[in-house]
């Protein structure tokens, strides 16, 4: 199976960008379906973008940009105009015929 690492989170002030990366160890281009999630501190995780649909939230929408590059095995978040409420843990996810792969998720913290 295909283990998701993410990386990039970080602390960032309110207005701030920050890049998300989600390596796979092998080929990503078994994933169907891939995308991104979040889950703040006492919320239900939360679905931030499917790459595969082009669904964003309503809350990311023209702020957030997800990519996909099978020839690099990895995926992307591009987070601009950060806000405070934008606080959670990035989990990156893969959907294939045969299983699910989550990342480990990466923290994410916008200062006011």
């Known amino acids: 199976q295909v283990q998701l690492v993410e990386s990039g989170g970080g602390l960032v002030q309110a207005g701030g960008s920050l890049r998300l990366s989600c390596a796979g160890s092998g080929n990503i281009f078994s994933f169907n379906v891939m995308g991104w999630y979040r889950q703040a501190p006492g919320k239900q995780r939360e679905l931030v973008a499917d790459?595969?649909?082009?669904v964003y939230a309503d809350s990311v929408k023209g702020r957030f940009t997800a990519t996909r590059d099978n020839a690099k095995n990895t995926v992307y978040l591009q987070m601009n105009s950060l806000k405070p409420e934008d606080t959670a843990v990035y989990y990156c996810?893969?959907?294939?015929?045969?299983?699910?792969?989550w990342g480990q998720g990466t923290q994410v913290t916008v200062s006011s």
């Open positions: 790459i595969t649909s082009g």
């Open positions: 996810y893969g959907r294939s015929l045969a299983y699910d792969s």
